[in-house]
Structure formats: structure tokens, C-alpha cells
């Protein structure tokens, strides 16, 4: 699953909504619940050391 169908499906399935809320890294997005907009999960790229 690609992050654009992870997108899809937590908005289908949960009533949720997301946004970006770091100007340093601006491709970290949360998802949050609509009514308390407490945030339950996160997406994030993470960089391979190797």
C-alpha cells in the first residue's frame, strides 16, 4: 500500500482528516479524529543507514 491509498483508506474508514504540522518537514502528516482533533497516527518518511 502507497501512502496516497493509505490516505484513501483511513479517510474512508475513519471519520479523520490530516495535515501537515511541521514547516521542517513538510511531507510529515498526521491523521486526526474530527471531533477532537487528537491525532492518531503518523506518517513519516525515515531515512535507511546502511
Do not use: C, T
Not at 22 to 49: C, G, I, T, Y
Amino acid at each position: 500500500m502507497n501512502r496516497d491509498n493509505f490516505e484513501k483508506f483511513v479517510i474512508q474508514n475513519d471519520d479523520a482528516s490530516f495535515d501537515y504540522p511541521w514547516k521542517k518537514s513538510p511531507k510529515n502528516e498526521v491523521f486526526r479524529h474530527k471531533d477532537s482533533k487528537k491525532w492518531f497516527a503518523l506518517v513519516m518518511n525515515v531515512q535507511k543507514k546502511g
